[in-house]
Protein backbone atom coordinates (compact mmCIF):
# COMPACT_ATOMS: atom_id res chain seq x y z
CA UNK A 1 0.00 0.00 0.00
CA UNK A 2 2.82 2.28 1.23
CA UNK A 3 4.71 1.93 -2.33
CA UNK A 4 1.45 1.79 -4.22
CA UNK A 5 1.34 5.64 -2.92
CA UNK A 6 4.88 6.44 -2.74
CA UNK A 7 5.21 5.49 -6.84
CA UNK A 8 2.18 7.75 -7.37
CA UNK A 9 3.79 11.03 -6.11
CA UNK A 10 7.74 10.78 -7.22
CA UNK A 11 9.36 13.84 -6.06
CA UNK A 12 9.60 16.18 -8.89
CA UNK A 13 7.53 14.39 -11.97
CA UNK A 14 4.05 15.10 -11.13
CA UNK A 15 2.19 14.84 -14.83
CA UNK A 16 4.06 11.37 -14.81
CA UNK A 17 2.20 10.32 -11.50
CA UNK A 18 -0.75 11.85 -12.63
CA UNK A 19 -1.46 9.58 -15.62
CA UNK A 20 -0.03 6.26 -13.86
CA UNK A 21 -2.85 6.89 -11.19
CA UNK A 22 -4.94 7.30 -13.55
CA UNK A 23 -4.44 4.13 -15.59
CA UNK A 24 -4.60 2.03 -12.48
CA UNK A 25 -7.28 3.74 -10.38
CA UNK A 26 -11.23 4.50 -11.55
CA UNK A 27 -12.05 7.62 -12.83
CA UNK A 28 -13.08 10.05 -9.54
CA UNK A 29 -16.92 9.46 -10.14
CA UNK A 30 -16.82 6.06 -10.78
CA UNK A 31 -14.14 5.62 -7.00
CA UNK A 32 -17.18 8.04 -5.59
CA UNK A 33 -20.16 5.98 -6.80
CA UNK A 34 -18.77 2.71 -5.36
CA UNK A 35 -17.96 4.55 -2.19
CA UNK A 36 -21.26 5.12 -1.60
CA UNK A 37 -23.11 2.09 -2.98
CA UNK A 38 -21.00 0.52 0.12
CA UNK A 39 -21.65 3.38 2.64
CA UNK A 40 -25.49 2.91 1.88
CA UNK A 41 -25.18 -1.30 2.70
CA UNK A 42 -23.34 -0.41 5.28
CA UNK A 43 -25.67 1.96 6.70
CA UNK A 44 -28.60 -0.51 6.26
CA UNK A 45 -27.32 -3.91 6.96
CA UNK A 46 -24.87 -2.93 10.01
CA UNK A 47 -25.75 0.26 10.68
CA UNK A 48 -29.32 0.61 11.14
CA UNK A 49 -29.99 -2.94 13.01
CA UNK A 50 -27.70 -1.29 15.41
CA UNK A 51 -29.54 2.14 16.11
CA UNK A 52 -32.83 0.11 16.22
CA UNK A 53 -31.58 -1.79 19.35
CA UNK A 54 -30.60 0.93 21.23
CA UNK A 55 -33.69 3.12 20.68
CA UNK A 56 -35.62 0.17 21.12
CA UNK A 57 -34.17 -0.09 24.33
CA UNK A 58 -34.90 3.09 25.39
CA UNK A 59 -38.22 2.96 23.90
CA UNK A 60 -39.71 4.05 26.93
CA UNK A 61 -36.94 6.22 28.93
CA UNK A 62 -33.96 6.09 30.59
CA UNK A 63 -35.99 4.78 33.90
CA UNK A 64 -37.47 2.11 32.02
CA UNK A 65 -34.12 0.72 30.87
CA UNK A 66 -32.53 0.81 34.54
CA UNK A 67 -35.45 -0.68 35.73
CA UNK A 68 -35.04 -3.70 33.14
CA UNK A 69 -32.12 -4.48 34.85
CA UNK A 70 -33.57 -4.84 37.91
CA UNK A 71 -36.07 -7.82 37.42
CA UNK A 72 -34.94 -10.83 39.02
CA UNK A 73 -35.45 -12.53 35.52
CA UNK A 74 -33.26 -10.97 33.43
CA UNK A 75 -30.45 -10.33 36.02
CA UNK A 76 -30.47 -14.07 36.58
CA UNK A 77 -29.88 -14.73 32.80
CA UNK A 78 -26.98 -12.56 33.00
CA UNK A 79 -25.77 -14.67 35.72
CA UNK A 80 -26.36 -17.66 33.53
CA UNK A 81 -24.58 -16.17 30.73
CA UNK A 82 -21.42 -15.10 32.91
CA UNK A 83 -21.69 -18.68 34.32
CA UNK A 84 -21.46 -20.48 31.61
CA UNK A 85 -18.93 -18.07 29.50
CA UNK A 86 -16.82 -18.57 32.72
CA UNK A 87 -16.84 -22.18 32.12
CA UNK A 88 -16.50 -22.76 28.46
CA UNK A 89 -13.91 -19.77 27.28
CA UNK A 90 -10.87 -20.71 29.89
CA UNK A 91 -11.96 -24.55 29.00
CA UNK A 92 -11.51 -23.50 25.04
CA UNK A 93 -8.40 -21.20 25.90
CA UNK A 94 -6.05 -24.29 27.27
CA UNK A 95 -7.35 -26.36 24.90
CA UNK A 96 -6.56 -23.70 22.37
CA UNK A 97 -2.97 -23.56 23.48
CA UNK A 98 -2.47 -27.47 23.83
CA UNK A 99 -3.92 -28.00 19.84
CA UNK A 100 -1.51 -25.18 18.69
CA UNK A 101 1.93 -26.37 20.55
CA UNK A 102 0.68 -29.39 19.38
CA UNK A 103 0.18 -29.27 16.03
CA UNK A 104 3.07 -26.50 15.08
CA UNK A 105 5.71 -27.81 17.04
CA UNK A 106 5.64 -31.76 16.30
CA UNK A 107 5.33 -33.44 12.64
CA UNK A 108 2.91 -36.53 13.55
CA UNK A 109 0.15 -38.86 11.97
CA UNK A 110 -3.46 -37.79 11.88
CA UNK A 111 -2.43 -34.02 12.11
CA UNK A 112 -4.12 -32.94 8.90
CA UNK A 113 -7.43 -34.98 10.63
CA UNK A 114 -6.90 -33.33 13.78
CA UNK A 115 -6.96 -29.48 12.03
CA UNK A 116 -9.73 -30.73 10.52
CA UNK A 117 -11.77 -31.95 13.08
CA UNK A 118 -11.04 -28.69 15.44
CA UNK A 119 -12.42 -26.62 12.63
CA UNK A 120 -16.23 -28.93 12.14
CA UNK A 121 -17.94 -26.70 14.79
CA UNK A 122 -17.40 -23.51 12.62
CA UNK A 123 -19.22 -24.86 9.51
CA UNK A 124 -22.00 -26.57 10.96
CA UNK A 125 -25.27 -25.27 12.01
CA UNK A 126 -25.26 -24.18 15.62
CA UNK A 127 -28.34 -26.22 16.33
CA UNK A 128 -26.18 -29.29 15.63
CA UNK A 129 -24.21 -28.67 18.01
CA UNK A 130 -27.35 -28.43 20.60
CA UNK A 131 -28.35 -31.69 18.70
CA UNK A 132 -25.64 -33.85 19.44
CA UNK A 133 -25.55 -32.95 23.02
CA UNK A 134 -28.95 -34.17 23.49
CA UNK A 135 -28.45 -37.32 21.30
CA UNK A 136 -26.16 -38.35 23.96
CA UNK A 137 -27.07 -37.30 27.19
CA UNK A 138 -30.98 -36.55 26.60
CA UNK A 139 -33.86 -38.21 28.25
CA UNK A 140 -34.05 -40.75 24.90
CA UNK A 141 -30.31 -40.42 24.34
CA UNK A 142 -27.47 -43.35 24.67
CA UNK A 143 -26.71 -42.16 28.07
CA UNK A 144 -29.96 -41.02 29.68
CA UNK A 145 -31.41 -44.18 31.34
CA UNK A 146 -27.95 -44.37 33.08
CA UNK A 147 -28.12 -40.57 33.67
CA UNK A 148 -31.51 -40.66 35.17
CA UNK A 149 -30.64 -44.09 37.14
CA UNK A 150 -27.87 -41.74 38.91
CA UNK A 151 -29.59 -38.38 39.52
CA UNK A 152 -27.86 -36.48 37.33
CA UNK A 153 -29.24 -33.61 34.69
CA UNK A 154 -26.83 -32.17 31.82
CA UNK A 155 -29.65 -31.47 28.67
CA UNK A 156 -32.01 -28.43 30.16
CA UNK A 157 -29.80 -27.92 32.89
CA UNK A 158 -26.45 -25.94 33.18
CA UNK A 159 -24.09 -28.47 32.25
CA UNK A 160 -26.04 -29.18 28.87
CA UNK A 161 -25.67 -25.19 28.20
CA UNK A 162 -21.99 -25.11 29.22
CA UNK A 163 -21.22 -28.18 26.39
CA UNK A 164 -23.05 -26.81 23.76
CA UNK A 165 -21.42 -23.24 24.11
CA UNK A 166 -17.98 -25.00 24.08
CA UNK A 167 -19.07 -26.82 21.31
CA UNK A 168 -19.73 -23.72 18.94
CA UNK A 169 -16.88 -21.74 20.59
CA UNK A 170 -14.70 -24.34 20.74
CA UNK A 171 -12.39 -23.53 17.22
CA UNK A 172 -11.48 -20.07 18.40
CA UNK A 173 -8.62 -19.67 20.00
CA UNK A 174 -6.67 -23.07 18.50
CA UNK A 175 -7.72 -21.25 15.09
CA UNK A 176 -6.28 -17.72 15.82
CA UNK A 177 -2.85 -19.31 17.49
CA UNK A 178 -2.03 -22.08 14.96
CA UNK A 179 -0.93 -19.83 12.11
CA UNK A 180 0.97 -17.39 14.23
CA UNK A 181 2.75 -19.87 16.04
CA UNK A 182 3.42 -21.47 12.60
CA UNK A 183 5.03 -18.57 11.17
CA UNK A 184 7.37 -17.96 13.80
CA UNK A 185 8.44 -20.68 14.17
CA UNK A 186 10.18 -22.82 17.39
CA UNK A 187 14.21 -21.34 17.08
CA UNK A 188 13.85 -19.07 20.29
CA UNK A 189 11.86 -22.37 22.28
CA UNK A 190 14.67 -24.64 21.26
CA UNK A 191 17.30 -22.07 22.72
CA UNK A 192 15.71 -21.97 26.02
CA UNK A 193 15.42 -25.44 25.79
CA UNK A 194 19.10 -25.64 25.19
CA UNK A 195 19.86 -23.44 28.10
CA UNK A 196 17.99 -25.45 30.37
CA UNK A 197 14.50 -24.50 30.45
CA UNK A 198 11.89 -26.63 31.58
CA UNK A 199 8.35 -27.41 29.37
CA UNK A 200 6.47 -24.70 31.15
CA UNK A 201 9.14 -22.49 32.02
CA UNK A 202 9.25 -22.42 27.97
CA UNK A 203 5.99 -22.14 27.61
CA UNK A 204 5.60 -19.23 30.20
CA UNK A 205 8.83 -16.89 29.37
CA UNK A 206 8.89 -17.76 25.98
CA UNK A 207 5.65 -18.94 23.97
CA UNK A 208 2.96 -17.09 25.93
CA UNK A 209 5.10 -13.60 25.46
CA UNK A 210 5.39 -14.12 22.17
CA UNK A 211 1.69 -14.97 21.14
CA UNK A 212 -0.06 -12.97 23.63
CA UNK A 213 -2.50 -10.64 21.07
CA UNK A 214 -3.36 -14.00 18.74
CA UNK A 215 -4.28 -14.91 22.32
CA UNK A 216 -6.02 -11.94 23.17
CA UNK A 217 -7.61 -12.22 20.09
CA UNK A 218 -8.95 -15.85 20.02
CA UNK A 219 -10.21 -15.00 23.49
CA UNK A 220 -12.27 -11.91 23.18
CA UNK A 221 -13.88 -13.72 19.95
CA UNK A 222 -14.34 -16.85 21.71
CA UNK A 223 -16.20 -15.09 24.50
CA UNK A 224 -18.41 -12.92 22.84
CA UNK A 225 -20.03 -15.89 20.69
CA UNK A 226 -20.26 -17.96 23.84
CA UNK A 227 -21.97 -14.88 25.79
CA UNK A 228 -24.51 -14.36 22.47
CA UNK A 229 -24.72 -18.06 21.89
CA UNK A 230 -28.41 -18.92 20.77
CA UNK A 231 -29.26 -21.68 18.17
CA UNK A 232 -27.15 -24.14 20.53
CA UNK A 233 -28.07 -23.49 23.78
CA UNK A 234 -31.52 -23.23 22.82
CA UNK A 235 -32.05 -26.94 22.27
CA UNK A 236 -30.41 -28.40 25.30
CA UNK A 237 -32.07 -25.16 27.47
CA UNK A 238 -35.43 -25.95 29.79
CA UNK A 239 -35.65 -22.08 28.49
CA UNK A 240 -37.58 -21.29 32.03
CA UNK A 241 -37.26 -17.59 32.73
CA UNK A 242 -35.01 -17.30 36.18
CA UNK A 243 -33.64 -20.79 35.96
CA UNK A 244 -32.19 -22.12 32.73
CA UNK A 245 -32.36 -19.04 30.46
CA UNK A 246 -29.48 -17.06 29.29
CA UNK A 247 -29.49 -13.68 27.85
CA UNK A 248 -29.92 -14.24 24.37
CA UNK A 249 -32.71 -16.76 25.81
CA UNK A 250 -34.27 -14.33 27.60
CA UNK A 251 -34.14 -12.20 24.73
CA UNK A 252 -36.62 -14.47 22.74
CA UNK A 253 -38.71 -15.04 25.98
CA UNK A 254 -39.07 -11.12 26.43
CA UNK A 255 -39.75 -10.54 23.08
CA UNK A 256 -42.54 -13.45 22.41
CA UNK A 257 -44.25 -11.74 25.22
CA UNK A 258 -44.07 -8.94 23.48
CA UNK A 259 -42.13 -7.15 26.20
CA UNK A 260 -40.15 -5.42 23.85
CA UNK A 261 -38.65 -2.17 25.41
CA UNK A 262 -36.84 -4.67 28.06
CA UNK A 263 -36.58 -7.59 24.86
CA UNK A 264 -34.14 -4.36 23.56
CA UNK A 265 -32.70 -3.50 26.84
CA UNK A 266 -30.85 -6.61 27.05
CA UNK A 267 -29.98 -6.97 23.78
CA UNK A 268 -28.25 -3.52 24.22
CA UNK A 269 -26.45 -4.88 26.63
CA UNK A 270 -25.07 -7.67 24.52
CA UNK A 271 -24.81 -5.28 21.28
CA UNK A 272 -22.36 -3.04 23.82
CA UNK A 273 -20.01 -6.16 24.19
CA UNK A 274 -20.10 -7.13 20.46
CA UNK A 275 -19.46 -3.45 19.84
CA UNK A 276 -16.32 -4.05 22.33
CA UNK A 277 -15.16 -6.94 20.88
CA UNK A 278 -15.16 -5.10 17.39
CA UNK A 279 -12.82 -1.96 19.12
CA UNK A 280 -11.06 -4.99 21.48
CA UNK A 281 -10.47 -7.29 18.19
CA UNK A 282 -9.18 -4.34 15.62
CA UNK A 283 -6.49 -3.76 18.24
CA UNK A 284 -5.09 -7.22 18.61
CA UNK A 285 -5.39 -7.82 14.99
CA UNK A 286 -2.76 -4.81 14.53
CA UNK A 287 -0.73 -5.68 17.36
CA UNK A 288 -1.06 -9.69 16.44
CA UNK A 289 -0.16 -8.74 12.55
CA UNK A 290 3.07 -6.64 13.91
CA UNK A 291 4.38 -9.91 15.69
CA UNK A 292 3.09 -12.24 13.34
CA UNK A 293 5.13 -10.53 10.61
CA UNK A 294 8.18 -10.41 13.18
CA UNK A 295 7.43 -13.81 12.99
CA UNK A 296 7.80 -14.18 9.33
CA UNK A 297 10.63 -12.05 9.49
CA UNK A 298 13.05 -14.25 11.56
CA UNK A 299 11.92 -16.96 9.88
CA UNK A 300 13.13 -15.12 6.35
CA UNK A 301 16.11 -14.10 7.98
CA UNK A 302 18.27 -16.70 7.50
CA UNK A 303 17.79 -17.33 4.16
CA UNK A 304 18.72 -13.44 4.16
CA UNK A 305 21.85 -13.79 5.45
CA UNK A 306 22.32 -17.01 3.33
CA UNK A 307 22.09 -15.06 -0.07
CA UNK A 308 24.70 -12.43 1.00
CA UNK A 309 26.89 -14.62 2.73
CA UNK B 1 12.13 -42.17 16.56
CA UNK B 2 9.97 -39.59 18.44
CA UNK B 3 12.63 -38.56 20.60
CA UNK B 4 14.37 -37.69 16.90
CA UNK B 5 11.86 -35.46 15.73
CA UNK B 6 10.21 -34.22 19.22
CA UNK B 7 13.08 -31.74 20.40
CA UNK B 8 10.80 -29.47 21.94
CA UNK B 9 9.37 -31.13 25.79
CA UNK B 10 5.47 -31.74 25.85
CA UNK B 11 4.32 -33.47 22.91
CA UNK B 12 2.37 -36.35 24.81
CA UNK B 13 0.68 -33.80 27.37
CA UNK B 14 -0.12 -31.36 25.10
CA UNK B 15 -1.43 -34.02 21.84
CA UNK B 16 -3.05 -35.97 24.67
CA UNK B 17 -4.85 -32.94 26.10
CA UNK B 18 -6.03 -32.09 22.33
CA UNK B 19 -7.77 -35.49 21.66
CA UNK B 20 -9.18 -36.03 24.89
CA UNK B 21 -10.94 -32.40 25.03
CA UNK B 22 -11.78 -32.92 21.54
CA UNK B 23 -13.23 -36.26 21.77
CA UNK B 24 -15.38 -35.42 24.48
CA UNK B 25 -16.50 -32.24 22.32
CA UNK B 26 -16.99 -32.93 19.18
CA UNK B 27 -15.79 -36.62 18.17
CA UNK B 28 -18.05 -38.52 20.36
CA UNK B 29 -21.18 -36.54 20.38
CA UNK B 30 -20.58 -36.48 16.48
CA UNK B 31 -20.66 -40.28 16.37
CA UNK B 32 -23.77 -40.18 18.54
CA UNK B 33 -25.21 -38.76 16.03
CA UNK B 34 -24.49 -40.77 13.52
CA UNK B 35 -25.30 -43.83 15.76
CA UNK B 36 -28.42 -42.06 16.12
CA UNK B 37 -29.02 -41.68 12.97
CA UNK B 38 -28.51 -45.12 12.16
CA UNK B 39 -30.21 -46.86 14.47
CA UNK B 40 -33.72 -45.49 13.06
CA UNK B 41 -32.94 -47.33 9.77
CA UNK B 42 -32.87 -46.31 6.41
CA UNK B 43 -36.79 -46.39 5.73
CA UNK B 44 -36.98 -43.90 8.49
CA UNK B 45 -34.48 -41.90 7.58
CA UNK B 46 -35.87 -41.46 3.92
CA UNK B 47 -38.98 -41.37 5.13
CA UNK B 48 -38.15 -38.03 7.91
CA UNK B 49 -35.11 -36.15 4.92
CA UNK B 50 -38.06 -36.63 2.04
CA UNK B 51 -41.07 -35.68 3.81
CA UNK B 52 -43.02 -32.73 2.56
CA UNK B 53 -42.31 -29.87 5.07
CA UNK B 54 -38.70 -31.02 5.35
CA UNK B 55 -38.22 -30.84 1.54
CA UNK B 56 -39.65 -27.55 1.54
CA UNK B 57 -37.15 -26.23 4.43
CA UNK B 58 -34.64 -27.22 1.54
CA UNK B 59 -36.13 -24.73 -0.78
CA UNK B 60 -35.40 -22.16 1.73
CA UNK B 61 -32.55 -22.70 3.38
CA UNK B 62 -30.54 -23.91 0.17
CA UNK B 63 -32.64 -21.64 -2.23
CA UNK B 64 -32.71 -18.28 -0.33
CA UNK B 65 -29.06 -18.83 1.31
CA UNK B 66 -27.46 -18.91 -2.52
CA UNK B 67 -29.05 -15.45 -3.33
CA UNK B 68 -28.23 -13.68 0.02
CA UNK B 69 -24.55 -15.76 -0.78
CA UNK B 70 -24.60 -14.08 -4.37
CA UNK B 71 -25.83 -10.39 -3.12
CA UNK B 72 -22.72 -10.78 -0.40
CA UNK B 73 -20.31 -11.79 -3.16
CA UNK B 74 -21.37 -8.49 -5.22
CA UNK B 75 -21.29 -6.20 -2.16
CA UNK B 76 -18.43 -7.96 -0.31
CA UNK B 77 -15.95 -7.42 -3.71
CA UNK B 78 -17.33 -3.90 -3.75
CA UNK B 79 -16.39 -3.21 -0.24
CA UNK B 80 -13.08 -5.18 -0.17
CA UNK B 81 -12.72 -3.57 -3.19
CA UNK B 82 -12.76 0.32 -1.79
CA UNK B 83 -10.96 -0.90 1.46
CA UNK B 84 -8.06 -1.86 -0.20
CA UNK B 85 -7.60 0.55 -3.04
CA UNK B 86 -9.19 4.04 -2.06
CA UNK B 87 -8.45 6.58 0.90
CA UNK B 88 -11.53 7.81 2.35
CA UNK B 89 -12.23 9.41 5.39
CA UNK B 90 -13.92 6.67 7.79
CA UNK B 91 -12.65 3.75 5.59
CA UNK B 92 -10.96 2.40 9.01
CA UNK B 93 -14.13 2.34 11.02
CA UNK B 94 -16.03 0.74 7.84
CA UNK B 95 -13.24 -2.12 7.82
CA UNK B 96 -13.78 -2.38 11.49
CA UNK B 97 -17.83 -2.91 11.04
CA UNK B 98 -17.38 -4.87 8.79
CA UNK B 99 -17.29 -8.17 11.77
CA UNK B 100 -20.18 -6.93 13.08
CA UNK B 101 -22.38 -9.89 12.54
CA UNK B 102 -19.70 -12.13 13.73
CA UNK B 103 -19.88 -10.13 16.79
CA UNK B 104 -23.04 -9.31 17.23
CA UNK B 105 -25.35 -12.04 19.38
CA UNK B 106 -27.66 -13.78 16.58
CA UNK B 107 -31.00 -13.37 18.51
CA UNK B 108 -29.80 -9.32 18.71
CA UNK B 109 -29.58 -9.60 15.32
CA UNK B 110 -33.03 -11.25 14.98
CA UNK B 111 -34.91 -8.81 16.91
CA UNK B 112 -33.50 -6.01 15.38
CA UNK B 113 -34.17 -6.48 11.99
CA UNK B 114 -37.28 -8.04 13.02
CA UNK B 115 -38.35 -4.46 14.35
CA UNK B 116 -36.44 -3.07 11.33
CA UNK B 117 -38.90 -4.66 8.79
CA UNK B 118 -42.13 -5.10 9.96
CA UNK B 119 -44.94 -3.34 8.84
CA UNK B 120 -45.63 -0.10 11.03
CA UNK B 121 -42.23 0.48 11.90
CA UNK B 122 -38.87 1.64 10.28
CA UNK B 123 -38.28 0.72 6.56
CA UNK B 124 -41.48 -1.56 6.98
CA UNK B 125 -43.76 1.27 6.99
CA UNK B 126 -41.89 3.08 3.72
CA UNK B 127 -42.30 -0.21 2.04
CA UNK B 128 -46.00 -1.11 3.44
CA UNK B 129 -47.58 1.27 0.88
CA UNK B 130 -45.67 -0.22 -1.77
CA UNK B 131 -47.05 -3.83 -1.45
CA UNK B 132 -43.94 -5.22 -0.10
CA UNK B 133 -43.42 -7.08 2.89
CA UNK B 134 -40.02 -8.43 4.42
CA UNK B 135 -40.65 -9.59 7.72
CA UNK B 136 -42.25 -12.95 8.14
CA UNK B 137 -41.76 -13.73 4.38
CA UNK B 138 -39.20 -15.22 2.40
CA UNK B 139 -37.68 -11.83 1.73
CA UNK B 140 -37.19 -11.27 5.66
CA UNK B 141 -35.08 -14.90 5.29
CA UNK B 142 -32.70 -13.58 2.47
CA UNK B 143 -32.47 -10.53 4.61
CA UNK B 144 -31.19 -12.03 7.59
CA UNK B 145 -29.11 -14.28 5.50
CA UNK B 146 -27.23 -11.97 4.11
CA UNK B 147 -26.52 -10.16 7.16
CA UNK B 148 -25.36 -12.75 8.77
CA UNK B 149 -22.86 -14.35 6.02
CA UNK B 150 -21.52 -10.26 4.60
CA UNK B 151 -18.27 -10.41 6.50
CA UNK B 152 -17.28 -13.47 5.01
CA UNK B 153 -16.76 -11.97 1.45
CA UNK B 154 -14.94 -8.93 2.42
CA UNK B 155 -12.51 -11.10 4.38
CA UNK B 156 -11.91 -13.47 1.58
CA UNK B 157 -10.85 -11.29 -1.25
CA UNK B 158 -9.56 -8.04 0.59
CA UNK B 159 -6.09 -9.93 1.07
CA UNK B 160 -5.93 -11.30 -2.13
CA UNK B 161 -6.49 -7.38 -3.60
CA UNK B 162 -3.94 -6.23 -1.44
CA UNK B 163 -1.27 -8.32 -2.39
CA UNK B 164 -1.89 -7.70 -6.18
CA UNK B 165 0.75 -5.51 -7.76
CA UNK B 166 0.44 -2.80 -9.63
CA UNK B 167 2.79 -3.74 -11.97
CA UNK B 168 0.58 -5.89 -14.03
CA UNK B 169 -2.04 -2.86 -13.72
CA UNK B 170 0.57 -0.11 -15.58
CA UNK B 171 1.61 -2.94 -18.07
CA UNK B 172 -1.60 -3.24 -19.21
CA UNK B 173 -2.29 0.35 -19.70
CA UNK B 174 1.23 0.84 -21.33
CA UNK B 175 0.14 -1.43 -23.77
CA UNK B 176 -3.17 0.65 -24.30
CA UNK B 177 -6.10 -1.37 -22.17
CA UNK B 178 -8.42 0.79 -21.19
CA UNK B 179 -9.12 0.94 -17.56
CA UNK B 180 -12.16 -1.86 -18.08
CA UNK B 181 -10.35 -4.08 -19.95
CA UNK B 182 -7.80 -4.41 -17.60
CA UNK B 183 -10.21 -4.60 -14.93
CA UNK B 184 -11.96 -7.69 -16.59
CA UNK B 185 -8.31 -9.51 -18.25
CA UNK B 186 -5.97 -8.68 -15.37
CA UNK B 187 -7.11 -7.96 -12.01
CA UNK B 188 -10.20 -10.01 -11.80
CA UNK B 189 -9.22 -13.97 -13.03
CA UNK B 190 -6.67 -13.79 -10.08
CA UNK B 191 -9.36 -12.78 -7.77
CA UNK B 192 -12.06 -15.01 -9.06
CA UNK B 193 -11.13 -18.37 -6.70
CA UNK B 194 -10.70 -15.63 -3.69
CA UNK B 195 -14.17 -14.54 -4.61
CA UNK B 196 -15.63 -17.60 -4.91
CA UNK B 197 -14.26 -19.27 -1.58
CA UNK B 198 -15.98 -15.96 0.56
CA UNK B 199 -19.31 -16.64 -1.25
CA UNK B 200 -19.11 -20.43 -0.75
CA UNK B 201 -18.19 -19.68 2.98
CA UNK B 202 -21.07 -16.85 3.00
CA UNK B 203 -23.53 -19.58 1.66
CA UNK B 204 -22.60 -22.13 4.81
CA UNK B 205 -22.95 -19.69 7.12
CA UNK B 206 -26.19 -18.87 5.65
CA UNK B 207 -27.13 -22.04 5.54
CA UNK B 208 -26.46 -22.95 9.11
CA UNK B 209 -27.88 -20.13 10.34
CA UNK B 210 -30.41 -20.30 13.13
CA UNK B 211 -30.90 -17.42 15.63
CA UNK B 212 -31.17 -14.49 13.13
CA UNK B 213 -33.77 -15.81 10.95
CA UNK B 214 -36.41 -17.24 12.97
CA UNK B 215 -37.35 -14.17 14.49
CA UNK B 216 -37.88 -12.36 10.92
CA UNK B 217 -38.90 -15.67 9.06
CA UNK B 218 -42.23 -15.72 11.47
CA UNK B 219 -41.70 -19.89 11.06
CA UNK B 220 -44.61 -20.41 8.12
CA UNK B 221 -44.76 -23.78 7.46
CA UNK B 222 -44.01 -24.57 3.76
CA UNK B 223 -42.96 -21.19 3.03
CA UNK B 224 -40.39 -19.64 5.42
CA UNK B 225 -39.68 -22.14 7.74
CA UNK B 226 -35.76 -23.31 7.32
CA UNK B 227 -34.07 -27.08 7.82
CA UNK B 228 -32.54 -26.22 11.43
CA UNK B 229 -35.86 -25.41 12.83
CA UNK B 230 -36.92 -28.93 11.70
CA UNK B 231 -34.07 -30.62 13.89
CA UNK B 232 -35.77 -28.20 17.11
CA UNK B 233 -39.20 -29.30 15.98
CA UNK B 234 -38.53 -32.80 16.07
CA UNK B 235 -36.18 -32.53 19.38
CA UNK B 236 -39.39 -31.21 21.08
CA UNK B 237 -40.92 -34.00 20.38
CA UNK B 238 -38.75 -36.13 21.52
CA UNK B 239 -38.13 -37.35 17.93
CA UNK B 240 -34.37 -38.44 18.40
CA UNK B 241 -33.99 -40.71 15.26
CA UNK B 242 -36.20 -37.85 12.89
CA UNK B 243 -33.80 -34.90 14.78
CA UNK B 244 -30.69 -37.12 14.16
CA UNK B 245 -31.55 -37.72 10.63
CA UNK B 246 -32.16 -34.49 9.40
CA UNK B 247 -28.98 -32.94 11.46
CA UNK B 248 -27.32 -35.96 9.60
CA UNK B 249 -28.34 -34.81 6.29
CA UNK B 250 -27.42 -30.95 7.35
CA UNK B 251 -23.64 -32.09 8.43
CA UNK B 252 -23.36 -33.48 5.31
CA UNK B 253 -24.36 -30.90 3.16
CA UNK B 254 -22.08 -28.67 5.10
CA UNK B 255 -19.20 -30.87 4.29
CA UNK B 256 -19.89 -30.87 1.03
CA UNK B 257 -19.88 -26.39 1.28
CA UNK B 258 -17.04 -26.53 3.30
CA UNK B 259 -14.70 -28.86 1.07
CA UNK B 260 -15.89 -27.22 -1.56
CA UNK B 261 -14.64 -23.85 -0.09
CA UNK B 262 -11.25 -25.00 1.07
CA UNK B 263 -10.67 -26.54 -3.09
CA UNK B 264 -11.50 -22.72 -4.16
CA UNK B 265 -9.08 -21.52 -1.75
CA UNK B 266 -6.09 -23.64 -2.60
CA UNK B 267 -6.35 -22.81 -5.78
CA UNK B 268 -6.68 -19.01 -5.08
CA UNK B 269 -3.49 -19.45 -3.25
CA UNK B 270 -1.76 -20.98 -6.33
CA UNK B 271 -2.72 -18.26 -8.28
CA UNK B 272 -1.20 -15.93 -5.92
CA UNK B 273 2.23 -17.54 -5.58
CA UNK B 274 2.45 -17.94 -9.04
CA UNK B 275 1.06 -14.16 -9.72
Redesign the interface.
Known sequence: ?AS?ID?RNPPGSDRRADS?FR?????LWV?RM??G???A??IL??????V??FQ?ALAKGTEHFVAAFRDYDILHSVLMTLTVTLISVP?NT??GI??A???T????FGRQA?LA?????L??????GG??????Y?????MGPWLQAHDIKIIFALPGMV?AT??VT?PFVARSLIPLMQAQG?EE??AA?TLGA??FQ??RRITLPKIKWGLFYGVI?CN?RA?????AV??VSAKISGKTNT???E??RL?GDLL?AD??AV?SA??LL??V???L??LAEWKNRRQFEAGQRALLEPTIEGATN | MSKK???????H???G???T??SL??????I??A??TASGGWEHFWETVTDPEVVATYRVTFGISLIAAIINGV?GF??A??F???E?P?RRL?E??????????????????T??YSPNE??GKYLEPLGIKIAFTPAGVLIAM??IG?PFVVRAVQPVI?ELS?DV??AA??LGAS?WQ?LRHVVLPPLLPALLAGIIMSY?RA?????SIV?ISGNIPFRTEI??LM??TK?EQ?D?TG??AI?FT??AA??V??VIGNKLQSWGNRFRKSA
Open positions: MFFAATSEPRLIIVLFFFLGLPLVVGALFAAWSIRYRFLLIDLPWVSPVILVYVLLGRRGYLTFFCEELGGILLAMGEFGSVMPLIEYFAFALSALTLIKT | RHILPGFLSLWTVWLIVLLPVALGKFLAWIARYFGLAATDLPFALPTAVAGIALALWITFFTSEEACRTGVGEYGFTPIVLYYAAGMLSLIV
